[in-house]
């Protein structure tokens, strides 16, 4: 079982930054790769980044390539994922996500979710 707590959420201007936190509880979570997810309102929730069990691997979808990147400390149980040249388009809800699938794009793969973090940006 791996419970999972975002934060950082929060209101930003257009091309400004964020970073967002997802700290996950139990002994298990170096063994899950991770996953960020958004969903803005209407929309169908869809895949952000992805990173590999050991974090020597990332995955981006092509509308944040280049403008965010994933990273975790497996010691402090936390994924991360930074934000910046944030445009409107960006905003939505963010969930962080585990899943015994490395690298997977599919919300169905992951197995557990957090509650999600609020992200708007500004124009």
């Known amino acids: 079982q791996v419970q999972l707590v975002e934060s950082g959420g929060g209101l930003v201007q257009a091309g400004g930054s964020l970073r967002l936190s997802c700290a996950a509880s139990?002994?298990?979570?170096?063994?899950?790769?991770m996953g960020w997810f958004r969903q803005a309102p209407g929309k169908e929730r869809e895949f952000v980044a992805a990173?590999?069990?050991?974090?020597?691997?990332?995955y981006y979808a092509d509308s944040v390539k280049g403008r965010f990147t994933i990273s975790r400390d497996n010691a402090k149980n936390t994924v991360y994922l930074q934000m910046n040249s944030l445009k409107p388009e960006d905003t939505a809800v963010y969930y962080c996500?585990?899943?015994?699938?490395?690298?997977?794009?599919?919300?169905?793969?992951?197995?557990?979710w957090g509650q999600g973090t609020q992200v708007t940006v500004s124009s």
């Open positions: 996500a585990a899943s015994l699938v490395e690298g997977s794009y599919y919300r169905y793969e992951y197995d557990y």
């Open positions: 990173i590999s069990w050991s974090g020597s691997t990332t």
């Open positions: 139990g002994r298990t979570f170096s063994s899950y790769a």
